[in-house]
Nanobody, 124 residues
Framework: QVQLVESGGGLVQAGGSLRLSCAAS????????MGWFRQAPGKERDFVAT????????YYADFVKGRFTISRDNAANTVALQMNSLKPEDTAVYYC?????????????????WGQGTQVTVSA
């Protein structure tokens, strides 16, 4: 099991930027594919981005392409989500999650370990 703790959420105006970070502990971090998901009030949790165990392959949901960037530092056991050009519709709780390295990582069910989430609020 991997323990995950997100940080970096907050309140930002539309057009602004935030950088989320997720610190992992408990198992060998580089053995896991990592992902970010988000859940807006009254909605299901949605896939945002995923990064391969080595960091060389990333994939994004269409609604964040060109605005968000996922990255990881295996030496520091962290994964980050740089969010630029934020919109009010990006308001949600953002979750970091870990999955076995061989999965595609675009579906919630592929992930076994989850952080507690961090709130991102974008004002108009």
């Amino acid at each position: 099991q991997v323990q995950l703790v997100e940080s970096g959420g907050g309140l930002v105006q539309a057009g602004g930027s935030l950088r989320l970070s997720c610190a992992a502990s408990g198992r060998t971090f580089s053995n896991y594919r990592m992902g970010w998901f988000r859940q807006a009030p009254g909605k299901e949790r949605d896939f945002v981005a995923t990064i391969s165990w080595g960091g060389g392959i990333t994939y994004y949901a269409d609604f964040v392409k060109g605005r968000f960037t996922i990255s990881r530092d295996n030496a520091a056991n962290t994964v980050a989500l740089q969010m630029n050009s934020l919109k009010p519709e990006d308001t949600a709780v953002y979750y970091c999650a870990a999955a076995p390295k061989r999965v595609q990582g675009r579906a919630e069910y592929e992930y076994n370990d989850w952080g507690q989430g961090t709130q991102v609020t974008v004002s108009a």
